[in-house]
T-cell receptor, first 112, second 111 residues
């Protein structure tokens, strides 16, 4: 299964953009990149996903490099409530179903 | 209804007990998942059900027994667990190829 590599922790000032990097150099052509976050042992929360093109929704933007070996999640105006563990995930197909292969996550701390 | 519910929230059991975890969704999702999450680690997939059939078993020990009685319900039956099985157990659901919605989890402690 493709795996992802993320920095273990990052800090960001409130109101600034938070840019979270992820490497997925072994990703296959039909495997999607997903981002989820998890706040204090709650269930993970879906943020965004993409295959090749950059994506934006109300929560974040996802920038995927042209070779698809890395991506960056951007939270445009971070708030204290964005403090969480952010997981970069590759979704793979196996045995007729979809699997999310979680990375180790980045603990993002938003500072006032 | 746009959420996945899990019961109980907390469970403490002895190594000889039999217990069950329950997960429910009413979003019409046809894929349901069980994950195990140890402290400070990412969730690890255990089982995937697609259209009520078991599609993926990630080599989980037989003391964990999943069941999908219908498209809205997913159970995880527990028997003869070990203390190292103590963890947060997460349920998720999705359309077969869509993003997964996670429940809040059941925190299990095995004594």
């Amino acid at each position: 299964d493709a795996k992802t590599t993320q920095p273990p922790s990052m800090d960001c000032a409130e109101g600034r953009a938070a840019n979270l990097p992820c490497n997925h150099s072994t990703i296959s052509g039909n495997e999607y990149v997903y981002w989820y976050r998890q706040i204090h042992s709650q269930g993970p929360q879906y943020i965004i996903h993409g295959l090749k093109n950059n994506e934006t929704n109300e929560m974040a933007s996802l920038i995927i490099t042209e070779d698809r070996k890395s991506s960056t999640l951007i939270l445009p105006h971070a708030t204290l409530r964005d403090t969480a563990v952010y997981y970069c995930i590759v979704r793979v197909s196996a045995q007729g179903a979809q699997k999310l292969v979680f990375g180790q996550g980045t603990r993002l701390t938003i500072n006032p | 209804d746009t959420e996945v519910t899990q019961t109980p929230k907390h469970l403490v059991m002895g190594m000889t007990n039999k217990k069950s975890l329950k997960c429910e969704q009413h979003m019409g999702h046809r894929a349901m998942y069980w994950y195990k999450q140890k402290a400070k680690k990412p969730p690890e997939l255990m089982f995937v059900y697609s259209y009520e059939k078991l599609s993926i078993n990630e080599s989980v020990p037989s003391r964990f027994s999943p069941e999908c009685p219908n498209s809205s319900l997913l159970n995880l039956h527990l028997h003869a667990l070990q203390p190292e099985d103590s963890a947060l157990y997460l349920c998720a659901s999705s359309q077969v190829s869509g993003e997964q919605s996670f429940g809040p989890g059941t925190r299990l402690t095995v004594l």
